[in-house]
């Protein structure tokens, strides 16, 4: 069991790795777990008692009454997504009304990021980012430009805020309408729409990060979820072709408020191959057969939008620049169970660009799509090992590649996920 208090969960290539089941799980052992990053972009699976829960900006720790959910100033929230996955939730996470903070912070998504996204990636055509058309990128741009954004604390002050979006709504209009030759949208029939959802919403709306200092302060235990993953960070991840908030551990100072000082441990997940939604450089990724059948045992199609994942080698160049980068303590390995049965097995050892290796992991968007990765042979397993409750349960060959990874990575493997249930889980903490 672990003896630390605060805890970060960040994923470590592009997202999906099944943050979300191992916040449940650790969620046990805290009393507060606050998401830092990100939106309704996230995805994050939770199971146990044969019921699966796909949840988007509630944090994965609702299912635990005694726990206070936190979400945090570094999200952009959709209003009417989360009242949504209130409402979904609510029975069975008991009393989450009033365990769930809101931070007044937070930005918030309006129809307009929707509708701007929209228009911008079917403009670039084959250029897009492929993302999840959710409204992220435009609701952080208009954090960073300030005048155009707006934060859920406004939800309090509604006399101010109606005239602001009427504003803001005529401004975007110009963009609909000159640049794009679309239609605009009712100003007022938006306002009215979001002043119902910020009524639902206000009771929840506090000052979190006030609220986080006095509760580290009482010695209460914090969870930090990240969402999507450290290759997706917009400073450190394969940029263009990433999401537009702090998705590494870096995340949780901007998005909490809360010292890096206070985290006392940080676990980075990774699958225990590698995969990526959307568009974007992917060395390891297979395009024929095997990919295909790690795509089929995985079930890995996104919890989000639908779309198939690209499935590919373990990439563990990619992940040691992850685990640099974020600091790790420990590393969380998860859905090993898929591997079983593979024909062949491999992890990336390094890149190379014209036959020379590359020393570190580029950040020039125009190398990735050329490194041709160096790949280790390891021995394949043929077993179903999702019944395994113990690390000596695994067959030798799983064992191996558990060992494999913690030296190529360079941390050591705390947990390791067999199967989507809570049960389905290997601690070696
Ligand atoms: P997240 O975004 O990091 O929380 O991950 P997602 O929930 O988007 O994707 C992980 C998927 O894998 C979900 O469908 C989980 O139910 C499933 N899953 C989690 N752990 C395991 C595992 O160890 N084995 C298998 N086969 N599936 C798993
Ligand atoms: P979780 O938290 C996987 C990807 C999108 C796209 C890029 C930008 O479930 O791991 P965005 O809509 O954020 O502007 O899209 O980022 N992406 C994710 N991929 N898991 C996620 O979240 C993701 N969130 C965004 O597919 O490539
Ligand atoms: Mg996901």
Same mark, same amino acid.
């Given at each position: 069991?672990?003896?630390?208090?605060?805890?970060?969960?960040?994923?470590?290539?592009?997202?999906?790795?099944?943050? *979300?089941?191992?916040?449940?799980?650790?969620?046990?052992?805290?009393?507060?777990?606050?998401?830092?990053?990100?939106?309704?972009?996230?995805?994050?699976t939770v199971a146990f008692d044969?019921?699966?829960?796909?949840?988007?900006?509630?944090? &994965?720790?609702?299912?635990? =009454?005694?726990?206070?959910?936190?979400?945090? *100033?570094?999200?952009?929230?959709?209003?009417?997504?989360?009242?949504?996955?209130?409402?979904?939730?609510?029975?069975?996470?008991? $009393?989450?009304?009033?365990?769930?903070?809101? &931070? /007044?912070?937070?930005?918030?998504?309006?129809?307009?990021?929707?509708?701007?996204?929209?228009? &911008?990636?079917?403009?670039?055509?084959?250029?897009?980012?492929?993302?999840?058309?959710?409204? %992220?990128?435009?609701?952080?741009?208009?954090?960073?430009?300030?005048?155009?954004?707006?934060?859920?604390?406004?939800?309090?002050?509604?006399?101010?805020?109606?005239?602001?979006?009427?504003?803001?709504?005529?401004?975007?209009?110009?963009?609909?309408?000159?640049?794009?030759?679309?239609? #605009?949208?009712?100003?007022?029939?938006?306002?009215?729409?979001?002043?119902?959802?910020?009524?639902?919403?206000?009771?929840?709306?506090?000052?979190?990060?006030?609220?986080?200092?006095?509760?580290?302060?009482?010695?209460?235990? %914090?969870?930090?979820?990240?969402?999507?993953?450290?290759?997706? /960070?917009?400073?450190?991840?394969?940029? =263009?072709?990433?999401?537009?908030?702090?998705? &590494?551990?870096? $995340?949780?100072?901007?998005?909490?408020?809360?010292?890096?000082?206070? %985290?006392?441990?940080?676990?980075?997940?990774?699958?225990?191959?590698?995969?990526?939604?959307?568009?974007?450089?992917? =060395?390891?990724?297979?395009?024929?057969?095997? $990919? !295909?059948? %790690?795509?089929?045992?995985?079930?890995? @199609?996104?919890?989000?939008?639908?779309?198939?994942?690209r499935c590919g080698w373990l990439?563990?160049?990619?992940?040691?620049?992850?685990?640099?980068?974020?600091?790790? !303590?420990?590393?969380?390995?998860?859905l090993l169970d898929v591997l079983?049965?593979? #024909?062949?097995?491999?992890?990336?050892? *390094? @890149?190379?660009?014209?036959?020379?290796?590359?020393?570190?992991?580029?950040?020039?968007?125009?190398?990735?799509?050329?490194?041709?990765?160096?790949?280790?042979?390891?021995? =394949?397993?043929?077993? /179903?090992?999702?019944?395994?409750?113990?690390?000596? !349960?695994?067959?030798?060959?799983?064992?191996?590649?558990?060992?494999?990874?913690?030296?190529?990575?360079?941390?050591?493997?705390?947990?390791?996920?067999?199967?989507?249930?809570?049960?389905?889980?290997?601690?070696?903490?």
């Amino acid at each position: 069991m672990t003896t630390a208090t605060n805890t970060c969960i960040v994923g470590l290539t592009w997202g999906d790795e099944a943050k *979300g089941k191992i916040v449940d799980i650790l969620s046990a052992e805290h009393d507060v777990v606050v998401r830092y990053n990100g939106g309704n972009n996230a995805g994050h699976t939770v199971a146990f008692d044969d019921r699966t829960h796909k949840l988007h900006l509630v944090p &994965s720790g609702l299912f635990h =009454p005694e726990v206070t959910c936190v979400i945090g *100033g570094g999200l952009v929230i959709d209003p009417q997504v989360l009242l949504e996955e209130i409402r979904t939730n609510e029975s069975l996470a008991k $009393g989450l009304r009033d365990r769930l903070l809101i &931070s /007044d912070r937070a930005h918030t998504i309006w129809p307009w990021h929707k509708k701007i996204e929209a228009l &911008s990636e079917k403009h670039l055509g084959k250029g897009k980012i492929g993302t999840t058309l959710r409204g %992220i990128g435009p609701a952080y741009a208009d954090k960073a430009n300030r005048v155009t954004a707006v934060r859920m604390g406004e939800f309090l002050r509604p006399e101010h805020l109606k005239p602001k979006v009427e504003r803001i709504v005529r401004q975007k209009n110009e963009v609909f309408t000159k640049v794009f030759d679309d239609e #605009p949208l009712d100003p007022a029939a938006v306002w009215e729409e979001y002043a119902a959802y910020g009524e639902q919403l206000r009771p929840m709306i506090a000052d979190t990060t006030a609220w986080l200092h006095q509760a580290i302060a009482d010695g209460r235990r %914090i969870l930090f979820e990240g969402a999507q993953g450290t290759l997706l /960070d917009i400073d450190h991840g394969t940029y =263009p072709y990433v999401t537009s908030s702090s998705a &590494s551990a870096a $995340g949780v100072w901007t998005g909490t408020g809360v010292s890096p000082r206070a %985290i006392d441990q940080i676990w980075g997940v990774v699958k225990a191959y590698t995969t990526r939604v959307g568009e974007g450089p992917f =060395p390891t990724e297979l395009t024929g057969p095997i $990919g !295909d059948q %790690i795509r089929e045992q995985g079930n890995e @199609y996104g919890t989000t939008t639908g779309r198939p994942r690209r499935c590919g080698w373990l990439d563990a160049f990619a992940i040691r620049y992850a685990a640099a980068l974020n600091g790790l !303590d420990g590393i969380v390995i998860t859905l090993l169970d898929v591997l079983g049965g593979l #024909p062949e097995l491999a992890i990336c050892t *390094g @890149y190379l660009v014209d036959g020379k290796p590359l020393e570190a992991f580029p950040a020039d968007p125009t190398l990735l799509p050329q490194a041709e990765p160096v790949l280790e042979r390891l021995e =394949p397993w043929p077993d /179903d090992i999702s019944g395994a409750r113990t690390f000596d !349960d695994l067959p030798p060959a799983a064992q191996a590649y558990v060992h494999r990874v913690e030296e190529l990575v360079g941390a050591p493997v705390r947990m390791i996920s067999i199967g989507p249930d809570r049960e389905q889980t290997i601690r070696r903490d």
